[in-house]
């Protein structure tokens, strides 16, 4: 059982479909196609339930090899570490991460990344918190960079805790509340429409913060991207409150921002690295690699530029 064959059924198993996993993995999809045949042929077992219209679905079988195809690739993966220098990392790395991260942390521990193993490629995946575990799970992604309030099961993924940002106010600069002070309440924050960001579990988080104190502001406008929310606070009396900021203080549209810290406690969620976990906690892999670098930018202070922690 050739390991290039696992590695093409993973593929189309977390893609859906023989094209997608192939330009995944930079192959023809007939060569995942052949893969998958081979694999079935070699097991006498159906791996796939093919739909027209509507790709891939795993079978039983295919739920179980796709469990052990994970974790004989990582076998593979310590196996070569242990007769290499860390120093050789190599092939392909993918990290999901929420939008805010995509712009923040992430390019900046590839920069250290590119500078230590350059032999590494890394990619980026667009993740949702509520679905983002499901990528890592189906292996989709390597490392999942990720803001939560809750525990995560310490048996299913190796986590690392990165910081607990506090929650920021943002808005235009000459704004009334832009008074040259370092901190704004909430009560004063609350007076003025707000940007919310409408992803669910962020939207109730900001929302509940101004609650605990009483405090119901007005709903302006909703957005989940980050450059949306700046756009409209630049051209507006809107107030956006956040738990991140960008290093610079221009909106898209070239328009000044403030931003301020928040005079109450309000609830603080967690960034974390995660990724699934290993039977050998020992061993040294790109994903501890690439954690270790993203650990090293908030130990360092250098997030400071984008999160108060």
Not at 253 to 267: A, F, N, P, Q, S
Request: aromatic share 8%; with cysteine.
């Amino acid at each position: 059982m050739k390991m290039e064959y696992l590695r093409y059924f993973l593929a189309a198993a977390s893609e859906g479909s023989f094209s997608a996993a192939g330009a995944k993995m930079h192959i023809s999809p007939t060569s995942i196609g052949y893969a998958v045949d081979k694999l079935e042929d070699q097991l006498t077992t159906s791996l796939f339930v093919r739909i027209p219209s509507k790709g891939l679905s795993l079978t039983p079988d295919g739920i179980i090899l796709q469990e052990h195809a994970i974790r004989i690739l990582e076998d593979v993966e310590s196996i070569e570490g242990s007769f290499s220098d860390s120093e050789s990392l190599r092939g392909e790395l993918v990290v999901g991460c929420q939008e805010v991260l995509m712009w923040s942390l992430v390019p900046r521990a590839i920069r250290v990344m590119a500078t230590r193993y350059p032999e590494l490629k890394i990619s980026m995946v667009l993740t949702d918190i509520g679905t983002d575990f499901e990528l890592l799970d189906k292996g989709r992604i390597d490392v999942l960079l990720t803001f939560t309030l809750k525990k995560i099961d310490g048996h299913a993924y190796d986590v690392v805790d990165l910081a607990r940002p506090e929650l920021c106010a943002m808005m235009r600069e000459g704004h009334p509340l832009d008074n040259g002070e370092e901190f704004a309440s909430l009560s004063e924050l609350g007076l003025h429409p707000q940007v919310m960001n409408n992803e669910p579990t962020a939207f109730d988080l900001i929302r509940d913060s101004y609650n605990q104190y009483g405090i119901n502001p007005p709903t302006g406008f909703t957005s989940n991207l980050s450059a949306g929310a700046q756009a409209i606070v630049g051209v507006s009396d809107c107030i956006a409150a956040r738990f991140s900021r960008p290093a610079s203080n221009l909106s898209p549209l070239g328009d000044k921002l403030v931003y301020k810290r928040i005079k109450e406690r309000t609830e603080r969620p967690d960034i974390i690295a995660a990724k699934i976990t290993t039977r050998d906690p020992t061993r040294w892999t790109k994903r501890e690699a690439f954690i270790e670098v993203c650990s090293e930018l908030f130990k360092t202070g250098e997030m400071g530029a984008h999160f108060f922690y």
